[in-house]
C-alpha cells in the first residue's frame, strides 16, 4: 500500500474554485508580494491578478502623466489632478496641510521645482507617497482599487490576491462594503507578522534611502495604531475563521563551522506552506507543492 505522497504522483498546482479574493496584509517588509508572487505560482492565479496597491498606484502615476484621455478620468471621475492644489481641494485639511509642508523641502528636490509649499498638485502628492512610502488619504487608495476590481470585469468570474491593502480601518469597510456589492467573497485574509526589529533589519538589507530609523519605526507604529485595528475589523465583519495570523519569519539557515547563511527560497517556502494550509490544502499536498517552488527559485538563483 503506497501512502498519499508516492512516487507515482506529484502535485506541483492546485487552483481555487469561483471568484473570490485573498488578501494579504502586514506590517512594512513582511515579504507580502514575494509571498503573494509564490501563491500565484502554485494557485494558478497569472501574475496581473495579483493586486499591489503600489502597483496600482505607480500605474496610475503613469498613465495620468502619459496619457491626456486618463488624467481627464482621473479628474472628472476622481477629483485627482495635476491641476489641483493639495492645500485647496476636495482632500484639503488641518492635518494633510501639515503632512505636506513637512515633506515640501524633500518634495521640491525629487521634483527640482521651488515653491512647492504654495502649489503641490494632487499627483505630485500622489508621486511622492508612492515613491517614498507614504500614506495616500483614503478616499483616492478606495477609489483605486474599486475602479481597478470594478472595471477588470474579470474579478467577478475568477480568484485573485489584494496584496497590502487594506491599511486602515475606513479602507476596510469601503473594500468590504464595495465587494459585497460586487458579489465577491472573500476566502481568506493572511495577516503575515514579524517583529519590530526585524522590519527593521529587513529594510535596512534592501538598502532603500528612506529606510532610517526614524522612517522604519513610524511605520511600525502605523501598522500598530491602523493596520491591525484594520485586521480586527474584518474578522468582526468576516468571522475569525476568515482570518489566519502567519509567522513571516520562519528563517532556514545552511553552513557549517559558525558560517551560516540564510536559505531565502527555503524560509519563503516555510511560509507558502503555512498560507496554503490555512486555504485548507491538505499537508502532503503542500508537500509536494513546495518541494517544487523551492527548487524552481534555488534554480533561478
Known amino acids: 500500500m503506497h501512502s498519499e505522497s508516492s512516487e ?38 497569472p501574475a496581473s491578478d495579483h493586486l499591489s496597491m503600489g502597483e496600482i498606484l505607480r500605474s ?19 477629483g485627482i489632478s495635476a491641476s489641483f492644489n493639495i492645500f485647496d481641494c476636495l482632500d484639503t485639511s488641518e492635518e494633510l496641510t501639515a503632512k505636506v509642508l513637512k515633506h515640501a523641502e524633500r518634495m521640491e528636490a525629487y521634483f527640482q521645482r521651488d515653491n512647492m509649499r504654495d502649489f503641490t498638485s494632487q499627483l505630485d502628492w500622489l508621486e511622492y507617497c508612492t515613491m517614498n512610502g507614504l500614506l495616500v488619504p483614503d478616499r483616492w ?31 476596510a469597510e469601503h473594500l468590504l462594503a464595495f465587494l ?78 559558525g558560517h551560516r547563511q540564510l536559505d531565502l527560497p527555503r524560509s519563503i517556502a516555510n511560509v507558502v506552506a503555512h498560507a496554503l494550509r490555512n486555504l485548507g490544502v491538505p499537508r502532503v499536498i503542500v508537500r509536494d507543492i513546495v518541494a517544487d517552488l523551492v527548487q524552481e527559485r534555488l534554480a533561478a538563483v
Not at 465577491?184 to 526589529?197: D, E, G, T
Open 8 to 45: 507515482y504522483f506529484k502535485v506541483e498546482q492546485i487552483s481555487l474554485r469561483g471568484p473570490g479574493v485573498v488578501i494579504l496584509t502586514g506590517p512594512s517588509s513582511c515579504g507580502k508580494g514575494e509571498v503573494a508572487a509564490a501563491l500565484c505560482k502554485v494557485m494558478s492565479i
Open 60 to 78: 496610475t502615476i503613469h498613465q495620468a502623466r502619459n496619457n491626456p484621455d486618463y488624467a481627464q478620468l482621473l479628474e472628472k471621475s476622481y
Open 141 to 171: 487608495t478606495q477609489n483605486f482599487i474599486a475602479a481597478h476590481i470594478e472595471h477588470a470585469g474579470r474579478f467577478q468570474l475568477k480568484p485573485f490576491i489584494i496584496d497590502g491593502y487594506p491599511r486602515t480601518v475606513a479602507a
Open 180 to 257: 459585497k456589492r460586487q458579489q465577491i467573497p472573500v476566502i481568506k485574509v493572511l495577516h503575515l507578522s514579524i517583529s519590530k526589529q526585524e522590519m527593521i533589519s529587513r529594510a535596512r538589507a534592501r538598502g532603500r534611502a528612506d529606510d532610517d530609523l526614524s522612517s522604519l519605526q513610524s511605520r511600525f507604529q502605523f501598522y500598530i495604531e491602523n493596520v491591525q485595528p484594520s485586521v480586527d475589523y474584518m474578522k468582526m465583519e468576516l468571522g475569525s475563521e476568515v482570518i489566519a495570523l502567519i509567522d513571516a519569519h520562519q528563517p532556514v539557515y545552511t553552513g557549517e563551522n
